[in-house]
């Protein structure tokens, strides 16, 4: 098939709940259309859309994954998308390239979590969607029971143009509710007419009379006919079902059995049928001088593409673009508008799963893959020099997990850094930072899952072992009383000694209060040269701590008195003494460690807010409040100890079924409780003992 028009294009993100057969039903779909020669399968290793070795070892979409097929005079490009909640970055992607989402749910009678998370997504990235209920071949598939399950879950948008005939073993073929036209399967999956079952007519008429509501429901001239009594013709309804689902006021139900193809034909249809081509999408962008512009999809007109996704290997950058006007040629020099450089690459192309299908120019409203490209990251646009623009942002999740990383091998920390790099080009959902208190290098991600699929990568890619851990924990110490302290350090070795002596006043500052110096000796009972010396060996105390090993915060230090020694008196000795000082006195001064508090946000249906609560109080939070934003849903505010957040994101997710949101950022230090307090400072003494001789 030769470059098709844009309105003869159908781009489609396939997402869904983890393991209801979307990978598969991309299979069966490329299958049907003549685009592969045998039917991939993921349990098998054979499926072109699960290619990685970590998807393959674990039987999960991990990334995105992109191939096409021409079907009846249309291009369909298919983005594969991952469905564990671990992946949801892959998702933001996939519909950030797509025109629209076909929403995979199994035959169960419920909407799983999954499902509920993508179809939030759908809706805040504005696109159509298109529902499959799959695995009708399933023991005890229920469509009728999902169909109710994703209205009530949904609301009245999901609407059925199909019904299956038999289920489980007996599903046979389908009911188009359009035309009310029956259609029986063949051995090879594709299907044949056949008259609608008698004992189903009731029940089509039914199904029928509801789309034919529901369509003449999204149209003023189409519901006056209807009411006046004029049946809507078969073209009416399925015009008004392709215009209510690209205005998001209803997404159509179809039924596969993606396993043996059944039902991939009928999906092919729908997709062409009910969802829109990019010509009639507008995209909106910012020209040069920050002026909205809107970007209509014509093979006519300058160069705008997007870049969805990237992945880097050993022989460079892989980026995935959605060409939104005009068209991409081998020897183009596209202009990244974002960074303000020019770009190059090495080889052009449409993406078939892993492999790319070389191709010496894209045309507007395709999927190209380009190698190479040296500045472009996922997400920026890439146009023509002369009319820059760049597209509005990407949604991207945000991260809900985070651990320390580090390499197994000492001589790897500089390998490590450079692979993390490479690995944040990947994924959206992938950042690294370095504490500035701690100095570890923190990895954030959307799960643990997600976090050791990275390490996973970083071992295969880059030849680099790390391990994950809690993050340290910037506690601090400080005092809630007074004290005074005289130190002498006195060294005598045979020849010229060591000699410092000082006295020392502390006191609590406010909390904030930070450190503060006063030197309150008057005379010369310290030569002056040796009192910052003095100062140095508090700071020191200071940032090494005294009890635990953490810093000492909100505490105020006078130099009172002290005495030298003509010979002996020496910069080191004063700093030894000063440090020494400050470690008695702050053990004196009713010491107390600061442990950084957190306020915690979790949205969770209202069914999970008392299970909520009470995972927040075994983990020494306050509840601080609880709202009912009446969707079902309530926010629970809390504030928690950092150090009790570490395994949260997980616990969250197993007693809200994943259905849990949540959100923390820092709020304050407060103290630690003692018997916990007591337990830290022990560890560390018996760790910083001194050996026995």
Request: proline share 5%.
């Amino acid at each position: 098939m030769p470059t098709p028009a844009p309105d003869r294009i159908r781009t489609v993100a396939v997402v869904g709940h983890s393991h209801d057969g979307k990978t598969t039903l991309c299979e069966a779909l490329l299958h049907t259309a003549g685009a592969t020669q045998r039917l991939g399968s993921t349990d098998q290793g054979t499926s072109i859309f699960d290619s990685e070795p970590e998807e393959q070892r674990r039987s999960i979409s991990i990334s995105a994954a992109v191939a096409y097929c021409d079907w009846k005079g249309t291009r369909i490009n298919l983005i594969d998308a991952p469905g564990f909640q671990d992946f949801a970055g892959e998702v933001a992607s996939a519909l950030a390239g797509a025109d629209a989402a076909v929403l995979v749910v199994s035959a169960t009678g419920s909407v799983p979590v999954g499902a509920e998370l993508a179809w939030e997504m759908i809706s805040e990235a504005g696109l159509p969607c298109l529902i499959v209920v799959n695995r009708m071949d399933r023991e005890n598939a229920a469509y009728e029971a999902t169909v109710d399950a994703l209205r009530e879950a949904f609301g009245r948008k999901p609407i059925a143009v199909t019904i299956p005939i038999g289920a489980a073993e007996g599903f046979r073929g389908y009911v188009d509710l359009v035309n009310d036209t029956a259609h029986e399967f063949r051995g090879d999956g594709e299907a044949v007419d056949t008259e609608v079952p008698g004992e189903m007519r009731e029940a089509v008429a039914r199904a029928h009379s509801a789309l034919t509501d529901a369509a003449a429901e999204t149209d003023d001239s189409l519901i006056e006919k209807y009411l006046d009594g004029t049946e809507l013709s078969d073209e009416e309804v399925r015009d008004a079902v392709h215009r209510a689902a690209f205005g998001g006021t209803l997404a159509p139900i179809i039924c596969t059995a993606a396993a043996d193809g059944r039902g991939a034909a009928l999906l092919l249809d729908s997709l062409v049928r009910y969802l829109p081509s990019p010509k009639e999408r507008v995209h909106h962008g910012l020209d040069a001088s920050g002026k909205e512009v809107e970007i209509l999809c014509s093979s006519d007109g300058p160069l705008v593409a997007r870049v969805f996704r990237t992945s880097v290997d050993n022989f460079g950058k892989v980026s995935y673009l959605r060409i939104l006007r005009g068209s991409l040629r081998a020897d183009t020099h596209p202009y990244n508008a974002g960074r303000k450089v020019e770009e190059r690459f090495a080889q052009l192309g449409r993406p078939m799963g892993k492999q790319v299908v070389v191709a010496g120019e894209v045309g507007a409203g395709e999927v190209a893959v380009v190698t190479k490209l040296q500045a472009a990251a996922t997400g920026d646009t890439l146009c023509a020099r002369s009319t820059p623009v760049v597209l509005a942002p990407m949604t991207v999740p945000t991260v809900s997990y985070s651990a320390a990383i580090t390499a197994k091998s000492k001589g790897d920390d500089d390998k490590i850094m450079q692979s993390l790099a490479r690995l944040t080009e990947e994924e959206l959902t992938f950042t690294v930072d370095r504490d500035p208190v701690t100095q570890e290098v923190i990895v954030h991600g959307m799960g643990d899952i997600h976090l050791d699929v990275v390490l996973e990568k970083m071992k295969r890619k880059y030849g680099v072992e790390a391990t994950l851990q809690a993050p340290k924990i910037p506690y601090r110490e400080t005092i809630n009383g007074t004290a005074r302290v005289q130190h002498r350090y006195k060294k005598q070795s045979g020849g010229a000694g060591l000699y410092g002596d000082c006295t020392i006043e502390i006191e609590p500052l406010p909390r904030g209060g930070g450190f503060q110096w006063e030197d309150k000796i008057f005379g010369g009972s310290i030569p002056q040269q040796f009192r910052p010396s003095v100062e140095k060996g508090v700071r020191q105390c200071i940032e090494q701590g005294a009890i635990s090993g953490h810093p000492v915060v909100d505490v105020k230090v006078r130099l009172v008195d002290g005495s030298t020694h003509p010979v002996d008196g020496k910069d080191i000795a004063f700093q030894i003494a000063g440090s020494m000082a400050m470690r008695e006195a702050v053990a004196k001064a009713s010491p107390v460690l600061l442990e950084p508090v957190t306020m915690v946000r979790v949205v969770v249906p209202e069914r999970f807010t008392g299970d909520v609560i009470g995972l927040f109080n075994t983990r020494r939070g306050h509840v601080a409040g609880m709202n009912p934003l009446g969707d079902g849903r309530s926010e629970v505010t809390a504030q928690v100890p950092q150090a009790e957040m570490f395994t949260f994101p997980i616990d969250l997710r197993a007693l809200t079924q994943g259905r849990g949101r949540y959100s923390m950022e820092f709020s304050h230090y407060d103290e630690v409780p003692a018997h916990l307090a007591q337990q830290m400072v022990e560890a560390h003494a018996k760790e910083h003992a001194a050996p026995a001789p």
